[in-house]
């Protein structure tokens, strides 16, 4: 057989194929490619690379949970949605200048990113501040972030661009 009729027959079977087994979908004005029956928000995934290729976290420091800050955020996260919101274990902290980004696991809650920022009274939870659930179908990172800068624009971009979420209930 010649070549070129081998390529072509190889490029036709292989388009077939993607073709079977391929598909893109929209949801709620967002394109996902679906393969085995399950959605997978390429964009999403290539959105989050992106942003992990070009931030800037200098000026983004990792607070760990054992310490006064951490020990704040829970007392307000405590007092936030009571009963079950005093059940809560910090996962990551993260702080720039006045604003903090913490996720948060719960015992009978879903997880939950949230955002706060430091005021005359101590740290405050501004109003839609979080991010709580799974982000299914889409790609857990770009999701959050987008929602909480919509939610809280004055945060700093650089403190959502350096927060990787690590729960496996957010994807």
Not at 51 to 72: D, E
Not at 127 to 143: F, I, L, N, Q
Request: proline share 8%; hydrophobic share 45%.
């Amino acid at each position: 057989m010649k070549r070129h009729v081998a390529a072509t027959l190889l490029v036709l079977t292989t388009l077939g194929v993607i073709d079977a087994h391929v598909d893109i979908e929209a949801q709620d004005g967002r394109y996902f490619g679906v393969w085995q029956g399950k959605k997978h928000d390429v964009i999403g995934w290539l959105a989050d690379r992106s942003n992990q290729l070009w931030r800037n976290c200098s000026k983004v420091q990792q607070l760990g949970s054992a310490g006064p800050t951490a020990a704040q955020v829970l007392t307000l996260i405590a007092d936030h949605s009571p009963p079950d919101s005093r059940h809560a274990s910090l996962v990551s902290l993260q702080q720039q200048g006045n604003w903090l980004v913490a996720e948060l696991t719960f015992a009978r809650l879903n997880p939950a990113v949230v955002v706060l920022e430091a005021g005359p009274a101590g740290w405050r939870l501004p109003e839609r501040a979080v991010w709580s659930g799974s982000t299914a179908p889409w790609w857990p990172g770009p999701r959050i972030r987008n929602h909480l800068q919509l939610q809280v624009p004055q945060v700093p971009a650089a403190l959502l661009a350096c927060y990787e979420p690590s729960t496996p209930g957010l994807d």
